[in-house]
Nanobody, 120 residues
Framework: QVQLVESGGGLVQAGGSLKLSCVAS????????VRWYRQPPGKQRESVAT???????TYADSVKGRFTISRDDAKKTAYLHMNSLKPEDTAVYLC??????????????WGQGTQVTVSS
């Protein structure tokens, strides 16, 4: 089994920065895709940033130029660096990973989410 645990959320003033982390553990041979999603209160979940191994990262238009996704494969950790935060960035942020296990099975896994609140 694979587990993802996010951390780094919190309360920040508009214009501030936060760095979210997503640590993967368990039966992991490789992590092929990492995505960060967010779900604002009362709204649908939306993709924020995607990193596919060997390809440039892609971002939602609403965060382009402000957010950066990165990963440290040795630590099995993905990050979301968020700068110039706006109140509309307030949401639960969730990590999603497509993981290949040592038995070469592919699966999609989710973390439990971390709350980000941006005050105006």
């Amino acid at each position: 089994q694979v587990q993802l645990v996010e951390s780094g959320g919190g309360l920040v003033q508009a214009g501030g920065s936060l760095k979210l982390s997503c640590v993967a553990s368990g039966n992991i041979f490789s992590i092929d895709v990492v995505r960060w999603y967010r779900q604002p209160p009362g709204k649908q979940r939306e993709s924020v940033a995607t990193m596919i191994s060997g390809r440039p990262a892609t971002y939602a238009d609403s965060v382009k130029g402000r957010f950066t996704i990165s990963r440290d494969d040795a630590k099995k950790t993905a990050y979301l660096h968020m700068n110039s935060l706006k109140p509309e960035d307030t949401a639960v942020y969730l990590c999603n990973a497509r993981v290949r296990t040592w038995t070469q099975r592919l699966g999609d896994y989710w973390g439990q989410g971390t709350q980000v609140t941006v005050s105006s």
